[in-house]
């Protein structure tokens, strides 16, 4: 029997995802368990790697880059596991946490995911866990507020933090490493595919809850995460892919009248953001490519919710 398949999704990370397996294999005992790897059209010789290294393991080679929704789905449907664990390829698995991981939902039926405490290169703990994304936090955390009350701005953020040194049920966790139950993911239709990446973790949680099931954070079980080496360093193109997936939240799961406030939030935070790129140091290729970038945004703020293709078009429009 497998308890646990583990879908990792791999996008030029050949070394870090080669040091991710070397950690799963050397560390998950007790449990039965299975691998696999999408790869969403990695040109650092990934794919080889893995065949030399793991023959034995599932790999899907796409032809593109598919986003990480799709292309977890992707390793759900050919997984076999009781449970699915979605594994970033930067993360250096501890001793056995896994195997605490579905001891925790095999003995909790009403919990429908769990991730573990997670850890930076340097040691220190990581936050994992938060509140559902409110206009309220949006407020909370903006620079704005930040350099006109810092210390209002200070006590408000905290009344938002989660101590994730502390087991607990929470609203969302990051999906960097978060365990599912295969059968409610499959009931669930699995990640949403209209966020090519970026808040697909907590649009998944947010449906988990509304199915009655709870999201827990173990504590007792960790792993390293090395924060960005599965991201790249494109940083303008994953702003644009995060302000999208955004707002794509924001449609879905915000009241109409959250709703319209957050989209003009959104909005003005873009124009802001225009004005001074103006008046900013970037060269003038740079401010191209960002009023690029920000034009994007408003007009995905202007049109109901697209749907996949859509926003995958928009969101790769500028790289053609």
């Not at 039965?32 to 010789?45: A, H, K, L, Q, T």
């Not at 909370?140 to 930040?146: A, E, G, H, N, R």
Request: aromatic fraction near 6%; include cysteine.
């Amino acid at each position: 029997m497998i308890d646990l398949s583990i879908a990792i999704v791999s996008y030029n990370t050949k070394d870090v995802l080669l040091d991710c397996l070397r950690s799963v294999h050397a560390h998950t005992h007790g449990i039965g368990f299975e691998v696999i790897v999408v790869d969403n059209d990695s040109r650092d010789g990934t794919v080889a790697a893995l065949r030399d290294a793991y023959p034995g393991m599932r790999i899907i080679a796409n032809p593109d880059n598919r986003g990480f929704a799709k292309a977890v789905n992707q390793a759900q449907a050919v997984s076999r596991g009781r449970h699915i664990l979605l594994l970033n390829s930067d993360t250096i698995v501890s001793e056995d946490t896994f195997a605490a991981m579905v001891e925790y939902l095999d003995h909790h039926p009403n919990v429908g995911a769990v991730n573990c405490k997670q850890r930076t290169g340097e040691g220190h703990v990581s936050r994992t866990c938060f509140p559902f994304p409110s206009l309220r936090d949006h407020v909370s955390y903006c620079s704005l507020f930040q350099r006109v009350a810092p210390r209002i701005q200070a006590a408000a953020v905290a009344t938002l933090a989660v101590d994730s040194t502390l087991s607990q049920d929470v609203d969302w966790a990051n999906g960097a490493c978060l365990m599912v139950r295969l059968e409610l993911l499959r009931t669930l239709g699995g990640l949403d595919e209209g966020f090519f990446m970026y808040f697909e973790d907590i649009d998944l949680c947010k449906r988990i809850h509304r199915q009655g099931y709870r999201v827990h954070h173990l504590a007792e079980a960790e792993i390293v995460h090395l924060v960005g080496r599965s991201s790249g360093r494109v940083i303008d193109r994953l702003n644009l892919e995060w302000e999208l997936s955004r707002i794509l939240y924001v449609e879905k799961h915000f009241s109409p009248v959250n709703r319209m406030a957050m989209k003009c939030w959104i909005a003005a935070g873009i124009a802001l953001r225009m004005v001074c790129l103006l008046g900013g140091q970037s060269t003038p290729s740079q401010r191209r490519q960002l009023m690029q970038n920000h034009l994007t945004s408003l007009r995905r703020l202007a049109r109901t919710r697209a749907q996949p293709e859509q926003l995958f078009a928009m969101s790769h429009e500028r790289r053609s």
